[in-house]
């Protein structure tokens, strides 16, 4: 209903002869995977072939009142048919937006991410990105940002056009604060989710979980930072939610030296369950972060884990991107599962006492052969490790991702 009122607006004020802009993109990709969940035996094996259409329509009415279109048609061959990569043709954002550039009130079909996307992201990896219908304002405070917002997650569906509805089954609500700090920059935020009958490795429970977060980043020089804390509590079901997370990145790069290498280390950890049926559910949930949130095989999520990377970047051209990064996974606790980028269950704690869950390395190339024309691909290798093993199928995943993308 949201959408369909900015439409009109939309539409009504294109009459009237607003200024428009029109521009859109076109992102073709092969994808393939060895088989999903460690297991060769998987039907979601194989090669799949997915292709990203979107045009959007910016209108400007007055210089306090602006709105958006985006039309989107993702599809996908091969071996799956999920809506994080199918949804034949539907609104993918429809607002008005009423303020000025840096105070506004925007209501309708919106894209959001917050800082890093550690907890809210657009999850761009997957061929349908993340989309809320509510509202949003962002109001500048000096050298300060506030971004308060009430949003209700939009259900893809697969088959169908212009079917997509909101869900007030899963509704995020907050405060994000953003300014200058003495030193780099500083990000306080304020985050209310609510999850109707959401699996966790205590049962499954309505989940009402706030969460308190600091983040601070910046650069000094060939130095550059970005590091994270949360706390979350509430109610799922009976249980009471305790959980927290610690992630840090840090990095160096020689801009004077030949391929101008970058070499960074993040080491991130999230809290996982330690005692099921004593009334506190301790497992970390991410919300909804970015999709490939350790490596580009999108397998494991930040629940319950101990992750460290080390990477490599080298740029031999200002258009040229190439990079090798590892990463080295561990369970937090030994009472608690693994679990995906959703906050969905993979392996459940029984059948071993392994903290060791997997290693993974990935390579790839970004060639941005023009403003309008980009080239990646990816190759990545996840190997298992104790944990896995003693728990179920224990194959190596092989994985390939081939990406050209259109933009205007």
């Given at each position: 209903m949201v959408a369909g009122w900015c439409w009109s607006v939309?539409?009504?004020?294109?009459?009237?002869?607003?200024?428009?802009?029109?521009?859109?993109?076109?992102?073709?990709?092969?994808?393939?995977?060895?088989?999903?969940?460690?297991?060769?035996?998987?039907?979601?094996?194989?090669?799949?072939?997915t292709q990203r259409l979107r045009f959007q329509i910016d209108a400007e009415v007055a210089p306090a009142l602006r709105g958006r279109i985006n039309l989107l048609s993702a599809v996908q061959t091969g071996f799956s048919d999920s809506p994080v990569d199918r949804n034949v043709l539907d609104l993918h954002e429809a607002y008005v937006e009423v303020g000025s550039e840096d105070r506004f009130v925007r209501l309708g079909r919106q894209e959001m991410r917050l800082g890093s996307q550690r907890l809210v992201g657009w999850r761009d990896g997957t061929n349908v990105r993340r989309v809320w219908d509510g509202?949003?304002?962002?109001?500048?405070?000096?050298?300060?940002?506030?971004?308060?917002?009430?949003?209700?997650?939009?259900?893809?569906?697969?088959?169908?056009?212009?079917?997509?509805?909101?869900?007030?089954?899963?509704?995020?609500?907050?405060?994000?604060?953003?300014?200058?700090?003495?030193v780099g920059n500083l990000h306080l935020y304020y985050l209310f989710a609510g999850f109707d009958d959401r699996e966790n490795i205590e049962g499954t429970a309505d989940e009402r979980r706030q969460t308190l977060g600091l983040?601070?980043?910046?650069?000094?020089?060939?130095w550059a930072w970005n590091a994270e804390a949360a706390y979350q509590f509430g109610r799922a079901g009976r249980d009471?939610?305790?959980?927290?997370?610690?992630?840090?990145?840090?990095?160096?790069?020689?801009?004077?030296?030949?391929?101008?290498?970058?070499?960074?280390?993040?080491?991130?950890?999230?809290?996982?369950?330690?005692?099921r049926g004593d009334g506190r559910l301790e497992t970390f949930n991410a919300l909804y972060p970015r999709g490939s949130y350790f490596s580009d095989i999108a397998l494991l999520g930040p629940s319950n884990f101990i992750n460290l990377r080390p990477s490599l970047q080298m740029f031999p051209r200002d258009d040229l991107l190439v990079y090798v990064d590892m990463n080295f996974f561990w369970r937090l606790d030994r009472n608690d599962g693994i679990y995906s980028p959703s906050g969905s269950l993979l392996r459940g704690p029984e059948g071993s006492d392994a903290r060791y869950v997997n290693t993974s390395l990935s390579a790839g190339v970004e060639w941005q052969a023009r403003d309008d024309v980009l080239f990646s691909a990816i190759y990545a290798r996840s190997h298992p490790g104790d944990f896995i093993r003693e728990t179920g199928p224990s194959d190596p995943i092989d994985f390939i991702e081939l990406t050209i993308k259109f933009t205007f």
């Amino acid at each position: 209903m949201v959408a369909g009122w900015c439409w009109s607006v939309c539409a009504a004020a294109a009459q009237e002869g607003p200024r428009l802009s029109f521009s859109g993109e076109i992102r073709e990709r092969a994808t393939y995977l060895s088989g999903n969940g460690f297991d060769d035996a998987n039907p979601d094996r194989g090669w799949s072939l997915t292709q990203r259409l979107r045009f959007q329509i910016d209108a400007e009415v007055a210089p306090a009142l602006r709105g958006r279109i985006n039309l989107l048609s993702a599809v996908q061959t091969g071996f799956s048919d999920s809506p994080v990569d199918r949804n034949v043709l539907d609104l993918h954002e429809a607002y008005v937006e009423v303020g000025s550039e840096d105070r506004f009130v925007r209501l309708g079909r919106q894209e959001m991410r917050l800082g890093s996307q550690r907890l809210v992201g657009w999850r761009d990896g997957t061929n349908v990105r993340r989309v809320w219908d509510g509202v949003r304002g962002v109001f500048a405070l000096g050298d300060a940002t506030l971004d308060a917002f009430a949003l209700q997650l939009v259900d893809v569906e697969t088959t169908g056009a212009f079917n997509d509805t909101s869900d007030d089954d899963r509704v995020l609500a907050g405060l994000y604060w953003s300014g200058a700090a003495p030193v780099g920059n500083l990000h306080l935020y304020y985050l209310f989710a609510g999850f109707d009958d959401r699996e966790n490795i205590e049962g499954t429970a309505d989940e009402r979980r706030q969460t308190l977060g600091l983040r601070s980043f910046g650069e000094n020089g060939p130095w550059a930072w970005n590091a994270e804390a949360a706390y979350q509590f509430g109610r799922a079901g009976r249980d009471d939610i305790r959980a927290w997370t610690i992630a840090a990145d840090i990095s160096h790069q020689w801009r004077d030296r030949p391929l101008k290498p970058r070499l960074g280390l993040s080491a991130n950890v999230a809290s996982g369950d330690s005692d099921r049926g004593d009334g506190r559910l301790e497992t970390f949930n991410a919300l909804y972060p970015r999709g490939s949130y350790f490596s580009d095989i999108a397998l494991l999520g930040p629940s319950n884990f101990i992750n460290l990377r080390p990477s490599l970047q080298m740029f031999p051209r200002d258009d040229l991107l190439v990079y090798v990064d590892m990463n080295f996974f561990w369970r937090l606790d030994r009472n608690d599962g693994i679990y995906s980028p959703s906050g969905s269950l993979l392996r459940g704690p029984e059948g071993s006492d392994a903290r060791y869950v997997n290693t993974s390395l990935s390579a790839g190339v970004e060639w941005q052969a023009r403003d309008d024309v980009l080239f990646s691909a990816i190759y990545a290798r996840s190997h298992p490790g104790d944990f896995i093993r003693e728990t179920g199928p224990s194959d190596p995943i092989d994985f390939i991702e081939l990406t050209i993308k259109f933009t205007f």
